[in-house]
């Protein structure tokens, strides 16, 4: 099982957001947020996502942008092993 680290551990490189429309009773412009466990590579590419809270009708499309993040250690030594940790996507409906 890879080690848990917390956020001040590892910070994103670059962060994709999703592109979402309003569904249901949500508007354009509604902020949302979703939470995703990453499992990290040896070289910072998630390798496996799950959705840990996510309204239903947004989450293939959050773990498809989380696809694209990227993350490094903050002290930027190379990952010993394949990190988990959890991060909050926000992004607002268009």
């Given at each position: 099982?890879?080690?848990r680290?917390?956020g001040?551990?590892?910070r994103?490189?670059?962060?994709?957001?999703p592109?979402?429309?309003?569904?249901?009773s949500?508007?354009?412009?509604?902020?949302?947020?979703?939470?995703?466990?990453?499992?990290?590579?040896?070289?910072?590419?998630?390798?496996?996502?799950t959705?840990?809270?996510?309204q239903?009708?947004?989450?293939?499309?959050?773990?498809?942008?989380?696809q694209?993040?990227?993350?490094?250690?903050?002290?930027?030594?190379?990952?010993?092993?394949?990190?988990?940790i959890?991060r909050?996507?926000?992004?607002?409906?268009?």
């Amino acid at each position: 099982m890879a080690p848990r680290l917390d956020g001040a551990d590892v910070r994103v490189t670059t962060r994709v957001l999703p592109e979402l429309r309003a569904q249901g009773s949500d508007q354009p412009g509604d902020p949302k947020a979703c939470r995703l466990q990453f499992i990290i590579d040896t070289v910072g590419t998630p390798v496996d996502i799950t959705v840990v809270d996510c309204q239903e009708e947004y989450a293939e499309q959050v773990v498809l942008a989380g696809q694209e993040w990227r993350f490094e250690p903050h002290n930027g030594t190379a990952f010993p092993s394949r990190v988990r940790i959890v991060r909050e996507i926000r992004f607002n409906l268009q």
